[in-house]
Nanobody, 117 residues
Framework: QVQLVESGGGLVQAGRSLRLSCDAS??????????MAWYRQAPGKQRDQVAV???????YYVDSVKGRFTISRDNAKNTMYLQMNSLKPEDTGVYYCKADFRSADYWGQGTQVTVSS
């Protein structure tokens, strides 16, 4: 079993920054052995992938956040981060972290990010 806990969300003005964290625990020995990702679900919309960090350390970003968001991880802390800069109102939503572990997907409970204009 894997437990994921997100934190760091909040209400910010457009143009400001937030850093989200996702703490992993349970059967995962080290998060650098798995692929993890951040997803976002805006009100009334489906949950969409925002950024991915692969086991190799390579990263992927959806076009709408390229150049503004940075995904990273601290292997010693088993924590993944999402640094979000130059936030826009359209970045508003619940942010979830996901871990691909032993052919199963594990999700956190989500953290709310609200960007005011």
């Amino acid at each position: 079993q894997v437990q994921l806990v997100e934190s760091g969300g909040g209400l910010v003005q457009a143009g400001r920054s937030l850093r989200l964290s996702c703490d992993a625990s349970g059967s995962i020995i080290s998060i650098n052995t798995i692929t993890m990702a951040w997803y976002r679900q805006a009100p009334g919309k489906q949950r969409d992938q925002v950024a991915v960090i692969f086991r190799s350390g390579a990263t992927y970003y959806v076009d709408s956040v390229k150049g503004r968001f940075t995904i990273s991880r601290d292997n010693a802390k088993n924590t993944m981060y999402l640094q979000m800069n130059s936030l826009k109102p359209e970045d508003t939503g619940v942010y979830y972290c996901k871990a691909d572990f032993r052919s199963a997907d594990y999700w956190g409970q989500g953290t709310q990010v609200t960007v005011s204009s």
